[in-house]
């Protein structure tokens, strides 16, 4: 498991509007909604989003595009 865990990276709020291109009201919106992935507190005021939910979502959203 320790492979693993070493493996993972988080994302914080400016990174992942970096890599979507969506605004945080956007990203926030979509989460509510259950579109976006869910963002992981790590204490009581951190948290991140896991870099590779956020990859899977792009490339949902790119297939889904393509296949249209």
Do not use: C
Request: net charge positive; glycine share 4%; aromatic share 8%.
């Amino acid at each position: 498991h320790r492979e693993n865990i070493m493996n993972i990276k988080f994302l914080k709020l400016k990174d992942v509007k970096d890599v979507t291109s969506l605004s945080a009201t956007t990203i926030y919106r979509e989460m509510a909604k259950g579109e976006f992935p869910q963002k992981i507190l790590l204490t009581q005021t951190r948290g991140g989003w896991l870099e590779s939910e956020v990859l899977d979502f792009l490339e949902s959203r790119i297939a889904a595009s393509l296949s249209k």
